[in-house]
């Protein structure tokens, strides 16, 4: 195996071979030696190639992984590792620093996205790794490390742990997470065997597989423990553990004393642990024989590590600094950084600390206003900023066991604990709102936050039964709630990520817009964290007083429908709506439907199909029994495949068929391996090519023996590839194949010119200003479209002859009436289904 530099030095990757057949990785479908992992490792590092190249991995808990992020450090490529489960953060960091290749694992292969033979990046010789901060997954913010911090703290913690070669440890935490990585580092460095599996604790799967593979040790969070509880953990027959780790924030002094006693009982040790991603993992351990008597402890500094704790002026305790080999090289907030060496020496970790006499370090508080409950990192200004934001005077502190927060005034403090706890993404039952009459402050005018800490009380209230929210500006994961009917939104989420599509895309963009004083154009993937209000110049503000900016999508959907039906009606004439829809729904597919792995997305997809069919069979079917102008065909949506050719009523649903044939038949050619690469690959030429395809049947080169598609796929996919331009070059190639393909395809000038500016509209401005008095008008036009389009066949014929314009109204007003009870009826099944089949939360750790 050719090394680079120093790179041998980090043997737990370059040396595997030399533990033979021992085994190195244990699954509940296979086992892998050292010698047979080393191969594999290997085999990877070859296609990866000698040059050093910036790579991006979408790590899970698999062997592919495993296997990749390996191969990365035995051949020097400096490797961004995500959770694979992310899609939304690879897509943000990939935008931010552009990796030369990104690498997933999935169905048993591994695949490498080669962006570009060589590099385009300086890459300093001793970068190895780059992982999100705590708490920022997706964050552009990166801690940058060493090979040199990879190896020697994995020398550190096999120390202190006595790992051997008969160790097991289980994969209870991500590998994409500094503390689950750790784990990995250490056992490969002695030789020992990783249960590699995704299960949770809460699995009874998980815990066969423990006892099967006799495994020795698994590593927790606080979270865990309580996980633990759940499932009877203190009654397991375990006979091969031998210890277990905590880190990820502080557990409660009484659960440390307890699961130390636990352990004594029935042979096993507990090590608690204190670390950071900018020192590689851990920074000290607190020894078992020692949590009994100081539970509340940190520990002592890892080997090879030292503490000291710096004074900070008007506190009674000092920062609590770490020197070790172990400390990051620095932070990377841009390409240019992954070329600089060392920035730091040593890690302000930003904990008040003391030592206590039996010689161990307590951490008493924070020194910046950060507090890290149940695993996540909390921002007390910004909680104060969230209840500014309400017209709330507030002050709030906090420790790791919660959040405390004084309101000034009258304020209901069970409505503005919905609302925080809504906010930061904690449980209810993790924060206190107390109102009083004046917020406590000191002498010299600042906020007393001893003060406010001090009204904590031992249990918290409840928020009373039946209140709703508090009235003011949506905060962004209270809107993806409400419109995905969703509550386990992070942080990291993206509308995308949590499953939203062109039919619930409407309500979400038009009140982020309200709630952030704008939308950004690409907010349906970006995080939930990086959606900021912004402020509004002079200019805007006034403009906004009397117009609203409304995403083009949706006013064109609002826009076709009026046409679509007041032309059925008689009302007046204008053609061509119907295929600007066409193209509106193959730019949402691509926006909504294309992020994320091949089988996560490919379940989204189905999902979304399901949102059409769905309410297009139910009403389809209510028609077939109250009249004669439809068949079972119509009900089933095959009627463009088996009715006549003749134009009858039975063609009334000709665009529903048509669409749904579409989104079938791309949804099918995505979950074939090929067509996934090149589309990942390809993200624009791919659906030109289709376009290319569809042109076949425009031009009648090719007839598909179904009437009304040849238009559609011709639209579907340039609408897709609108969706995909990122810059004026791209859209103007584009809007010329728009031009040349849309004139002559209609006999009516007209009608061409309506396609053409609608598809031009779609592709050069993201929003449209519409009058203020018609935006909610607008909205609710452009979420009933669909279901317009189904009920107006039956709304209309008998009020036509009475009125036109009447026949119009009633049609949209009944359109919007079957979306509002469709919406309704989901709602309350999602709603059953939730209490009927509720699980415990997914954990999602930090450091």
Known sequence: MTTHLDFARVSFASDLASYGDRPAILTDSLTLTYRELAERVDALALRLGTGRRLVALAAANDVDSLVAYLAALVSGHPLILLPEDKPAALESLVAAYDPDVIVRSGNGQTVLEERRPGTRHELHPDLALLLSTSGSTGSPKLVRLSHANLQTNAESIAQYLRIGTDDRAATTLPMSYCYGLSVINSHLLRGAGLVLTNLSVVDPCFWDLFRREGATSFAAVPYTFELLERVGFPEMELPNLRYVTQAGGRLAPEMVRGYAELGRRQGWELFVMYGQTE?????????????????????????????????????????????????????????????????????????????????????????????????????????????????????????????????????????????????????????????????????????????????????????????????????????????????????????????????????????????????????????????????????????????????????????????????????????GAAHVLMAVAGYNFARFQLSGERLPRLRRQLASLARVVVPSVAFIGVAYLITDNYTPANIVLLNAVLGPEAVTTQWHFWFIEVLVYLLVGMTALLAVPWADRAERRFPLLFPLALTGAGLLTRYDVIDPGVPHTAPALWLFALGWAIARTRNVAQRCAVSAVAALTVQGFFEDANREYTLLVGILLLIWLPAIPVPKGFRRLTILLASASLYAYLVHWLVYPPLAPISPLLAVAASLAAGVAYWALYMRVISAVIRRRTRSTSSLPKLDPQT
Do not use: C
């Open 279 to 575: 020192a590689t993992a851990r920074m000290a351990y607190l020894p078992p024989e020692l949590a009994a008597a100081v539970p509340g402890a940190v520990g002592i500094p890892v080997p090879g590590g030292a503490f000291r704790i710096d004074p900070v002026p008007g506190l009674e305790h000092g920062e609590l600094v770490y020197t070790g080999q172990n400390v990051m090289l620095g932070y990377a907030e841009s390409p240019e950084d992954l070329g600089k060496g060392r920035t730091i020496t040593e890690l302000r970790t930003g904990d008040l600390a003391r030592k206590h006499p039996a010689g161990v370090y307590e951490v008493v508080g924070r020194r910046s206003r950060f507090v890290k409950i149940v695993g996540l990192r909390v921002d007390l200004g910004q909680v104060e900023r969230i209840l500014a934001d309400l017209g709330v005077h507030a002050a709030s502190a906090g420790t790791d066991d919660g959040l405390v927060v004084a309101v000034e005034g009258g304020h209901d403090p069970h409505l503005l604990g919905k609302v925080l706890a809504q906010g930061v993404g904690l449980p209810r039952a993790a924060l206190e709102v107390h109102a009083v009459e004046h917020l406590p402050r000191l002498a010299t005018g600042k906020l007393d936050y001893p003060a406010v800490l001090a009204l904590s009380r031992p249990d918290p209230a409840e928020p009373a039964p039946g209140t709703d929210p508090a009235a003011g500006p949506d905060n962004v994961r209270k809107i993806f709630e409400d419109t995905l009917e969703r509550a386990d939104i992070a942080d990291d989420d993206t509308f995308v990520s949590l499953g939203g599509d062109s039919l619930s895309y409407v309500a979400a963009s038009v009140r982020l817009e309200q709630a952030l004083g704008h939308l950004p154009r690409d907010w349906h993937v970006t995080p939930v964290r990086d959606l900021e209000p912004r402020r509004r110049d002079m200019p805007v503000r006034k403009l906004r007083r009397f117009f609203a900016p409304i995403e083009t999508g949706i006013v064109l959907r609002a826009v076709s429908i009026i046409l679509i039906v007041s032309t059925h009606v008689g009302l007046f004439r204008w053609q």
